[in-house]
């Protein structure tokens, strides 16, 4: 009995749902967003004065914030004296309705009900395996989140023989009918130096990670600074810069991830500087016992406990993620210096936050 009211029930809602839904198919269009384009061109382009342009930027950060990538999409309903958007985040579930009704605007934050589906990609690599998972998905998105899954694992280009095979499976998001963005890649497969390697997206409380079961046994001194590992910049010591030719290099690693999410100490240790500089922003250096010292920039916010002498723990809540000093994205700036020199964090870092490794291990004893 109570089985059939589940059922019912289950109809009942998908049936409640689903009307919407078709009924906004019929008049909504999935638009491309095109290179170049910004909220600010995409509302010019659809016939928003200048005016009309700056009230809806007014209106919220969040919608200045936007941030537009070239694998999203965003809706359009065009009538006569009517204009409706929807337009997404790429990287947050952040969305936003804008419309225009006999002259007038209005903007709300908007919750889409996303329809996601799981495709599977498979192929072989030629060249980079960047360029050739782009060859088969047209985005960016997808590539780098792939790259993200092993960027503990690979050491160097080398270590992917040329036709190796992989394949990875990734969630689609439809609202109302019309493929908007790509999600996360769940499952993930690569030959590196012969051998197949898989990964899972692996996702709890503490965290998300990509994750299989030698991600516990490494043996590597720090944790993870952040539950969430996107790679947006790595370790670059010879990085050139593009346009003056000149030597920058890069010297720490990038996490990118929304303002406000926690940064986690590594490792045992004890504050040995913190406070503001033009390029760090806000930044905190912790000293350990095995000789490394690390570094957090760009914070947002520092703990109001830290301070100079102060000891953390691992998994320590010890700041927030930011934008402050040289930075157009909030992203975590993590460096490890090591008798005077910088050095490659990725080598010495576990792909998970300290807070996640129980969890992780049940999982592997239930298996
Ligand atoms: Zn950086």
Redesign the pocket.
């Known amino acids: 009995m109570i089985h059939l009211i589940q059922v019912v029930i289950v109809f009942l809602v998908t049936w409640i749902c689903y009307q919407p839904g078709q009924a906004a198919a019929n008049y909504f269009t999935a638009m491309p967003v095109k290179s170049g384009d910004t909220l600010i061109s995409i509302l010019r382009q659809h016939g928003f004065s200048e005016h009309e342009r700056d009230q809806i930027l007014s209106t919220s950060t969040h919608l200045q914030k936007l941030f537009l990538t070239l694998d999203i999409k965003y809706m359009l309903h065009q009538d006569r004296n009517l204009t409706e958007l929807r337009v997404y985040d790429s990287q947050t579930a952040a969305a936003f309705r804008i419309l225009k009704h006999n002259g007038k605007i209005t903007t709300a934050p908007y919750k889409p009900n996303f329809k996601i589906t799981l495709v599977r990609i498979e192929g072989r690599v030629h060249g980079s395996v960047l360029g050739s998972i782009l060859a088969k998905i047209d985005s960016n998105f997808v590539a780098s989140r792939f790259n993200d899954a092993y960027a503990f694992d690979i050491r160097s280009a080398r270590n992917i023989k040329s036709g190796a095979s992989y394949w990875f499976t990734v969630q689609k998001k439809y609202d109302q009918g019309a493929f908007i963005k790509y999600g996360e890649i769940l499952q993930t497969s690569i030959e590196i130096d012969g051998r197949i390697i898989k990964k899972n997206f692996v996702h709890t409380t503490n965290g998300s990670v990509f994750f299989n079961k030698s991600s516990l046994t490494e043996k590597r001194p720090f944790y993870a600074p952040v539950n969430y590992l996107k790679i947006a910049?790595n370790f670059q010591p010879h990085r050139m810069h593009p346009i003056t030719g000149r030597r920058q290099p890069?010297l720490?690693i990038?996490f990118e991830l929304p303002s406000g999410d926690p940064v986690f100490a590594p490792r045992q240790g004890v504050v040995i500087r913190h406070g503001f500089s033009n390029a760090a922003g806000n930044y905190i250096v912790l000293a350990h016992s095995n000789g490394m010292e690390t570094a957090y920039n760009h914070l947002s916010k520092i703990n109001k406990k830290i301070r100079r002498g102060y000891r953390v723990y691992a998994g320590d809540q010890i700041a927030e993620v930011g934008c402050t000093g040289y930075c157009t994205r909030a992203h975590l700036?993590f460096a490890i210096k090591y008798k005077g020199q910088m050095i490659n964090p990725i080598k010495y870092i576990k792909s998970y936050p300290y807070r996640m490794e129980q969890q992780l291990a049940a999982r592997v004893a239930l298996n």
């Open positions: 910049s890069h720490g990038d700036h």
